[in-house]
Nanobody, 122 residues
Framework: QVQLVESGGGLVQAGGSLRLSCVAS????????MGWFRQAPGKDREFVSA????????LYTDSVKGRFTASRDKAKNTVYLQIDSLKPEDTAVYYC???????????????WGQGTQVTVSS
């Protein structure tokens, strides 16, 4: 089992920034890929980004490219999502996720965090 705990959400004005954190614990060696999803009110949960523990390769959904940056700190078992130039449409619950691969992550992660709320005011 892998446990994921997110933090860093909050209420910000449009144009502002936030950094989300996700600490992984447990059998982390089994999860080569970490990622972020989000779910806006009334919408399905959507993939946002992924990062691999080993080489730090990243992947982003088109709508966040250039504004979102994923990173990881292997020593702290922590992944981050830097969100810049926030827009009201970024308002959602952001979930950390983990899986054996990026493909597995995108198709349905094995592990989920509890989510952290991001609210962007206009």
């Amino acid at each position: 089992q892998v446990q994921l705990v997110e933090s860093g959400g909050g209420l910000v004005q449009a144009g502002g920034s936030l950094r989300l954190s996700c600490v992984a614990s447990g059998r982390t060696f089994s999860s080569r890929a970490m990622g972020w999803f989000r779910q806006a009110p009334g919408k399905d949960r959507e993939f946002v980004s992924a990062i691999t523990w080993g080489d730090g390769n990243t992947l982003y959904t088109d709508s966040v490219k250039g504004r979102f940056t994923a990173s990881r700190d292997k020593a702290k078992n922590t992944v981050y999502l830097q969100i810049d130039s926030l827009k009201p449409e970024d308002t959602a619950v952001y979930y950390c996720a983990a899986d054996h691969s990026v493909a597995g992550l995108q198709s349905g992660p094995s592990y989920w965090g509890q989510g952290t709320q991001v609210t962007v005011s206009s």
